[in-house]
């Protein structure tokens, strides 16, 4: 069944930069600015003139025929959810995903990115009005994604780590703080034989991207997870690679908030009283400021090869023993080339035989050590 995501988000908060990172190829994606310039706008995401109005039009009979049914999954960019959109959308059962980088991040993104008075006024309005053309009503759920640099430890074994991913009483650059206690009932959800979902980058829908699981608690700094990463899956196998060369150390918790459960204070400032969890994603960029990577080791007895992956001490000699044998292999076939030669010859028949067996024994030797190397290091101990 086709699927419809529905981004929403003040202006300037990265819409269509989510959903360019996360769509598929013959994705459906609905984008006012697009379809205004497509149509002969020139202006920088205007609202107003021929085209737009047109763009405009075009837009909305476009969502119509989306949530009709269509046989491919789709994507809709919508800054204001007015009341009938929302009925729309919930009757369509689309998902709805909300950039929120907070009101801070937003106006200094539309005032780096040259955007006009009105926009900035705009963004204010949606801040005042929940995203909604009238006032966010309560008890009402929003996906959201946040992201943090964590403190991370990968020394307990292959594919293993222990992360904070969450820090309590941290402002993060959503406006949000997120208070202690705010996982404990979507905690209950999980257990060993349920265990938290580890995914690459937030991608739900990419099977590929579950890269692993963990296991959550809360501390007394916030959430940590004791996390097992899938190493026969190629993208956990890479992830773990860049976690412990330092080239990854932030994650990102996924989940749904719920408006009832969230105090605002005089200056904007929301407190999470709870976060219904849903996944921890390993990520590139994280949010929050009070967070840090303390520490990756590997085992004495492990290497890093150039590509990044870990091998153990006995890997490495296997691959030695499998190296040996193949000079051996080079031996033996130099011998039969100088069995067969006519004596004392040594022109161009000889040094033709013996370039093109060399290379085929080249050819050879890295096939059989790439394939030895990756059974070594896909396969786990039994």
């Known amino acids: 069944m086709a699927k419809i995501t529905v981004v929403t988000g003040p202006p300037a908060a990265g819409k269509t930069t989510y959903i360019a ?28 003139g021929v085209p737009a109005s047109l763009a405009r039009t075009a837009r909305d009979n476009v969502i119509d025929d989306l949530l009709k049914g269509v046989d ?8 204001w959810m007015n009341p009938s959109r929302s009925n729309a959308y919930e009757q369509a059962k689309a998902e709805i995903v909300t950039v929120d980088p907070g009101i801070d991040e937003v106006l200094r993104h539309a005032k780096d ?34 992201r943090f ?57 990419d099977i590929w991207s579950h890269i692993g699981s ?11 997870v004791e996390a097992q990463l899938d190493m026969d899956n190629p993208t956990a196998q890479q992830a773990y ?14 989940g749904f908030e719920d ?17 219904d969890l849903a996944e921890v994603s390993m990520t590139l960029k994280g949010a929050n400021p009070d967070t840090r990577l303390i520490d990756v080791k590997h085992h004495e007895s492990e290497h890093v090869d150039k590509e990044g992956r870990v091998l153990a001490a006995k890997h490495v000699e296997a691959l030695k023993s499998t190296r040996a044998s193949l000079a051996e292999d080079i031996k033996a076939l130099d011998d039969v080339i100088d069995a067969v030669s ?14 093109h067996s060399e290379a085929f024994l080249m050819r050879r030797r890295k096939a059989l050590a790439r394939i030895h190397l990756a059974a070594l290091t896909g396969e786990e101990e039994k």
């Open 72 to 79: 491919t999954d789709s994507w809709i960019i919508q800054t």
């Open 259 to 275: 408006r009832s459960q969230i105090e605002t204070d005089d200056d904007g400032t929301e407190h999470v009283k709870q976060f």
């Open 214 to 224: 963990a296991q959550a608690s809360e501390t007394d700094e916030g959430l940590q």
């Open 113 to 146: 990115d040259g955007r006009d008075d009105a926009t900035m006024d705009e963004i204010r309005r949606w801040y005042d009005h929940g995203g909604s053309l009238e006032k966010r009503k309560s008890g009402t759920q929003t996906k959201i994604c946040k």
């Open 21 to 48: 990172e996360h769509k598929h190829d013959g994705d459906v994606v609905v984008d006012f600015d697009a379809l205004a310039k497509a149509l002969g706008q020139t202006a920088e995401h205007s609202v107003d």
């Open 342 to 355: 006519p004596p004392g010859d040594s022109g161009k028949s000889k040094n033709l035989a013996s370039e």
């Open 149 to 205: 640099a964590v403190k991370a430890d990968a020394s307990a074994g292959e594919g293993k780590f222990t992360a904070l991913v969450s820090a309590f009483g941290v402002k993060d650059s959503q406006g949000q703080i997120i208070e202690p206690g705010a996982f404990a009932e979507s905690l209950k959800g999980f257990d060993e034989k349920t265990p938290l979902p580890i995914i690459w980058d937030h991608q739900w829908d």
């Open 241 to 254: 690679s860049l976690l412990s060369q330092g080239r990854v150390h932030e994650f990102s918790i996924g």
